[in-house]
């Protein structure tokens, strides 16, 4: 998660700040990342392996970081969208009639502004991401995944829960800990 995380923001800030104010763009943009999205799992996986595999990195963590950041484009795109959508028009003219050019604009206000709905995307990302790395001991990458499935593998119901709480634990932490910076964000903004 710690490598994904950063390579679906990249990706998906960059998106958004590209189409914010595009709605075709935007549409399509949102739709190739819901189309990943939908792909089951596994079966994302499953088509990793051999497209990565013919670059000699074929099982363990490049396919996982991959898929991981594949799944979780999705929720910092659409945030990124709808909070640079979401910033008061007055606010931007106001910047405008400053001065400000657009790219000033959209660094030192829109972006901002927008920082604790994009916030709430990673949180889902996280979210969801710490789940699909637990299924990602199925290609070899290692992680709690290895405690569940080995668990089930040998009927040892035990060891299945102990992995099971463990990647429930660490999904809170990690959205307790964004959501503390969401709201401190909210607050530094005068928003919350």
Same mark, same amino acid.
């Given at each position: 998660?710690?490598?994904?995380?950063?390579?679906?923001?990249?990706?998906?800030?960059?998106?958004?700040?590209?189409?914010? &104010?595009?709605?075709?763009?935007?549409?399509?943009?949102?739709?190739?990342?819901?189309?990943?999205?939908?792909?089951? %799992?596994?079966?994302?996986?499953?088509?990793?392996?051999?497209?990565?595999? %013919?670059?000699?990195?074929?099982?363990? =963590?490049?396919?996982?970081?991959?898929?991981?950041?594949?799944? %979780?484009?999705?929720?910092?795109?659409?945030?990124?969208? @709808?909070?640079?959508?979401?910033?008061?028009?007055?606010?931007?003219?106001?910047?405008?009639?400053?001065?400000?050019? &657009?790219?000033?604009?959209?660094?030192? @206000?829109?972006?901002?502004?927008?920082?604790?709905?994009?916030?709430?995307?990673?949180?889902?990302?996280?979210?969801?991401?710490?789940?699909?790395?637990?299924?990602?001991?199925?290609?070899?990458?290692?992680?709690?995944? =290895? *405690?569940?499935?080995?668990?089930?593998?040998?009927?040892?119901?035990?060891?299945?829960?102990?992995?099971?709480?463990?990647? %429930?634990?660490?999904?809170?932490?990690?959205?307790? @800990?964004?959501? *503390?910076?969401? =709201?401190?964000?909210?607050? =530094?903004?005068?928003?919350?």
């Amino acid at each position: 998660m710690l490598w994904a995380l950063p390579l679906a923001a990249v990706v998906a800030l960059g998106a958004g700040l590209a189409f914010a &104010d595009r709605p075709r763009g935007a549409a399509v943009a949102l739709g190739v990342a819901n189309v990943l999205t939908t792909v089951p %799992s596994v079966a994302l996986f499953g088509l990793l392996i051999p497209l990565l595999g %013919s670059l000699g990195l074929g099982v363990g =963590r490049p396919p996982a970081i991959l898929a991981v950041a594949l799944y %979780s484009v999705l929720p910092i795109l659409r945030n990124a969208i @709808v909070g640079l959508r979401g910033v008061d028009p007055a606010v931007i003219e106001a910047a405008r009639a400053m001065g400000l050019p &657009d790219a000033a604009i959209t660094w030192r @206000v829109r972006l901002p502004l927008a920082l604790p709905v994009i916030l709430a995307g990673v949180r889902t990302a996280v979210v969801m991401g710490i789940g699909i790395t637990a299924i990602a001991a199925y290609v070899g990458a290692g992680g709690l995944g =290895r *405690w569940v499935f080995g668990g089930i593998r040998r009927s040892y119901p035990e060891m299945a829960l102990a992995g099971a709480l463990l990647i %429930s634990a660490l999904a809170f932490a990690g959205d307790a @800990v964004l959501a *503390w910076a969401q =709201r401190l964000a909210g607050r =530094r903004l005068g928003l919350a």
